[in-house]
């Protein structure tokens, strides 16, 4: 009895520490759940989805530096729905998402806007050469006890 205890004990420490260190998040993981993405989940929608982390202690974040839907899938939601997902996986590992949003592959410049905005990003900076910066703001608060 007292052995088995033991076990259950350590096995429910493994467990504990396996869930710890698959919330670390890095560049790894990050292409990892972009392939995933790209390869299963949205395998007929995605055209490109690029994705970085920026692990700075204060402000971790990820940068999506290419977001694009195939145009045979466009305005049918499925852009919202993927960005929805990224949004989740942000929350889960506690990061904001930060992008730049450019009309240069041809969508309109006010429809990226709104999209962004319906999206639950907010607009950071909006340079006169065509490109928005945008954030979301649905990182977890810390508690600070």
């Known amino acids: 009895m007292f052995i088995w205890l033991i076990t259950v ?15 670390i998040l890095n560049q790894k993981v990050i292409d990892e759940y972009v392939s995933k993405l790209k390869k299963n ?3 007929n929608v ?4 690029k994705m970085f982390y920026f692990g700075d202690d204060e402000c971790p ?13 466009r305005c049918q ?3 919202s729905l993927i960005l929805q997902d990224i949004v989740q996986f942000a929350k889960e590992h506690n990061v904001q998402i930060k992008l730049q949003a450019s009309d240069i592959y041809g969508t ?3 429809i ?5 905005r319906k999206n639950g ?22 508690n600070n006890v």
């Open 77 to 79: 939601g499925f852009g």
């Open 121 to 142: 990003f907010v607009l950071v900076k909006n340079n006169k050469d065509g490109f928005f910066l945008f954030k979301n703001c649905n990182k977890k608060q810390k």
């Open 61 to 73: 974040e990820i940068y999506i530096s290419s977001f694009k839907i195939k145009k045979r899938k």
């Open 41 to 43: 989940k949205y395998s």
């Open 9 to 23: 004990s350590f096995l429910s420490q493994v467990f504990m520490w396996k869930d710890f260190f698959m919330n």
């Open 46 to 49: 995605l055209e490109s989805l």
């Open 108 to 110: 309109d410049k006010k």
């Open 112 to 116: 990226l806007y709104k999209f962004y």
